[in-house]
C-alpha cells in the first residue's frame, strides 16, 4: 500500500463529467489499497472570471480581498469532487487550505508556504477516506487567508507529497508529460520518459507551463518522487514523465533536453549610469522591495565614469516596475530609461552542457543564419538563454530544436 498524492489542474476538473472521470481515477487507486490525497485547481477559467470580476470593482484590487475572493474557486472544486466519490460509495472528505493549516507568508497573491499540518488529512487516511484539498491557498500566522500565485495548485500538491512523505506525487494535467518543446510550436517534439530535477527545474523557470517553478523547487528540497501525466489518459502506471534525482544511464549521449521559452517578460534598460559601487543595488533593491522578481540582468563594461544597467521583469509587472524606477533614476542621476515588452526569452536546456562543448556556439550560430538578433544572453551549468524580438519566438524555438536534434527518438 502506498501513499498517493494526486493533483489535478483546472481543465482536468473543467465540467461535472471530467469532475466524475477524475472520481473514477480516484477511486481506481483507492481499490488497489492505496492512500490518496488529491488536490485541485478551480474550474477551468473560473480563477480568471473572478479576476475580472475583481477589477470590475476596484481597477487595481486590494490583494488581501482579491485572495480572499479567488480563492473560492477550489472551494467548489473540492466539494464537487467529494461528493462526486461518495456519490460512488467512497468515503471522502475536503478541506481548504486554512482548514488543513497549510501556514505561509503574508505576502498576499504570491505567498509561499512556510509549514503544513498534516495531523487531520493522516487521521482520515487512516479511517479509509480520500482526503480532498484545495491547492493554490493558505492562511497566515494573523489568519488572513492567501494564494500562491498562479499555478500554486501544483505547489500545493507537492508540498503536501513532502509533508506526507508521500510514494510519489502525481501531477495530472491536458498533456501526457514533459515534452522537449511546446508540441503546437513543432509537431515533431518527444514526451520525455525522463528528466532530472535540475532540468526540469530550469524548463520551468524558463517557460515550460508543464510545471509551476516553486513545485519543482519543492520536490528537489524534500526529494519527492514526481510523476507528470495527462488526466484524459487511462494508463496510471509508467506513463507521463518521470522527474528523476539522478542522471539517466543514457545522459551523456541525451546533450539536450529540450527548448523552453516564455513571452511573458519585458526588458529595462537604464541608461547612464554612474559606474559605481553599489549602483546595481541602488537600482535593484527598490524594485525588490516592490514584489518584483527580476530576471537577466547584464551590466555593460563603464566608459567615462557611466554605464547601461538592463534587467527583465514578468509583463505582468512592467508598468510597475517602471513606475518605482522613476525616482531613482533622478537620485542616481542616470540619463533616463529605454524599456518594451514585445521579447521574448528562448532557452536549451540539458544537463549534458557540463560533458560537451560547443553547445553555444551551436545555439548562436543556428540563430544568426535566421536572422535572428540577440539582445542578452544568460548562462549557467545546464542552460543557454537569451533574449530575442518576440516576433522571432516561434522560429527560434524551431530551428533550435532542430539544430539539436530533438526530434529524434533517444
Not at 477516506?129 to 495548485?153: K, M, P, W, Y
Not at 510523476?227 to 528523476?244: P, Y
Not at 549602483?279 to 566608459?303: F, K, R
Request: contains cysteine.
Amino acid at each position: 500500500m502506498a501513499l498517493i498524492v494526486q493533483k489535478y489542474g483546472g481543465t482536468s476538473v473543467g465540467n461535472a463529467e471530467r469532475i466524475r472521470n477524475v472520481a473514477r481515477r480516484v477511486m481506481r487507486w483507492h481499490a488497489r489499497g492505496h492512500q490518496v490525497v488529491v488536490v485541485v485547481s478551480a474550474m477551468s477559467g473560473e480563477t480568471n472570471r473572478l479576476i475580472a470580476l475583481a477589477r470590475e470593482i476596484q481597477a487595481e484590487p486590494d490583494p488581501r480581498e482579491l485572495d480572499v475572493m479567488v480563492s473560492t474557486g477550489e472551494q467548489v472544486t473540492i466539494g464537487l469532487l467529494a461528493m462526486a466519490l461518495k456519490a460512488a460509495g467512497v468515503k471522502a472528505r475536503s478541506y481548504t487550505g486554512a482548514q488543513v493549516k497549510i501556514v505561509t507568508d503574508g505576502a498576499f497573491t504570491k505567498a509561499r508556504i512556510l509549514s503544513i499540518d498534516e495531523a487531520r488529512i493522516r487521521a482520515d487516511l487512516d479511517h479509509g477516506c480520500v482526503v480532498v484539498v484545495a491547492g493554490f491557498q493558505g492562511v497566515d500566522e494573523a489568519g488572513n487567508i492567501t494564494t500562491l500565485g498562479r499555478g500554486g495548485s501544483d505547489t500545493t500538491g507537492v508540498a503536501l507529497a513532502a509533508a506526507l512523505k508521500a510514494d510519489e506525487c502525481q501531477i495530472y494535467t491536458d498533456v501526457d508529460g514533459v515534452y522537449t518543446t511546446d508540441p503546437r510550436i513543432v509537431p515533431e517534439a518527444r514526451r520525455l520518459k525522463t528528466i532530472t530535477f535540475e532540468e526540469m527545474l530550469e524548463m520551468a523557470s524558463l517557460g515550460s507551463k508543464v510545471l509551476q517553478i516553486r513545485s519543482v523547487e519543492f520536490a528537489g528540497k524534500y526529494k519527492v518522487r514526481l510523476r507528470v501525466l495527462s488526466s484524459f489518459d487511462d494508463n496510471d502506471d509508467d506513463a507521463g514523465t518521470l522527474i528523476t534525482f539522478e542522471e539517466d544511464e543514457n545522459m551523456e549521449q541525451a546533450i539536450i533536453s529540450g527548448i523552453a521559452f516564455n513571452r511573458d517578460e519585458a526588458k529595462i534598460t537604464v541608461q547612464g549610469v554612474p559606474d559605481r559601487p553599489g549602483i546595481a543595488y541602488q537600482i535593484l533593491g527598490p524594485v525588490g522591495d516592490a514584489n518584483v522578481d527580476v530576471d537577466m540582468i547584464v551590466q555593460n563594461v563603464g566608459h567615462d565614469g557611466m554605464t547601461d544597467f538592463s534587467f527583465t521583469v514578468h509583463r505582468n509587472d512592467y508598468q510597475k516596475t517602471l513606475k518605482t524606477l522613476e525616482p531613482v533614476v533622478k537620485h542616481i542621476q542616470a540619463r533616463g530609461i529605454i524599456s518594451g515588452d514585445k521579447i521574448a526569452k528562448v532557452s536549451v536546456v540539458g544537463v549534458g552542457m557540463r560533458s560537451h562543448a560547443g553547445i553555444a556556439s551551436t545555439a548562436f550560430r543556428t540563430l544568426a543564419e535566421e536572422g535572428i538578433n540577440i539582445e542578452m544572453i544568460s548562462t549557467s551549468e545546464i542552460k543557454i538563454s537569451v533574449v530575442i524580438e518576440e516576433k522571432y519566438t516561434e522560429l527560434a524555438v524551431r530551428v533550435l530544436h532542430k539544430a539539436f536534434g530533438l526530434e529524434q527518438a533517444s
